[in-house]
């Protein structure tokens, strides 16, 4: 499975921190959309889903959450668990996010505009589609 950890430079000095990230660079897509989850009950679980086009790239900014990720072939779980810590979801992969700490704040790069036609939300469907 490809997918990308990366380990963000991390700036600061005695009144705090700072990370960048910057498109192309740091997230490798152009940024067509960012969004956050918060709130997330205790043993739910977010996104259970692939998309077509769209890839994704991942940050828990506050607290901590798991990140599995299946590309049809292979599966792997991630533990994002540090503010400087991305993990890049590319298009076709199967990504479930779980195991959310009370306080986790998971932050979304997305390389796309949101399309109800780029979801796939059938895992079924999904296997299918990466398998044949």
């Known amino acids: 499975m490809m ?6 430079n991390t700036f600061g000095d ?4 700072l990370i960048v990230c910057e498109e192309n660079i740091d ?11 918060f709130g997330m009950k205790e043993k739910t679980s977010r996104g259970n889903h692939a998309h077509y086009k ?5 940050v828990a900014i506050a607290g901590n959450c798991k990140v ?24 076709m992969v199967w990504g479930t996010m779980h195991d959310f700490s009370e306080n986790c704040i998971l932050l979304v790069f997305a390389s796309e505009l949101y399309d109800e036609n780029d979801y796939i939300n059938n895992y079924n469907q999904f296997m299918e589609e990466v398998t044949t």
């Open 54 to 58: 769209t890839e994704q790239f991942l």
């Open 27 to 37: 997230i490798p897509f152009s940024i067509q959309r960012i969004f956050y989850l």
């Open 68 to 91: 599995t990720l299946n590309d049809g072939v292979h599966e792997k779980t991630y533990d994002l668990n540090e503010p400087n810590i991305g993990l890049l979801q590319k298009s």
């Open 3 to 8: 997918n990308l950890v990366k380990k963000f």
């Open 14 to 17: 005695n009144r705090g921190k």
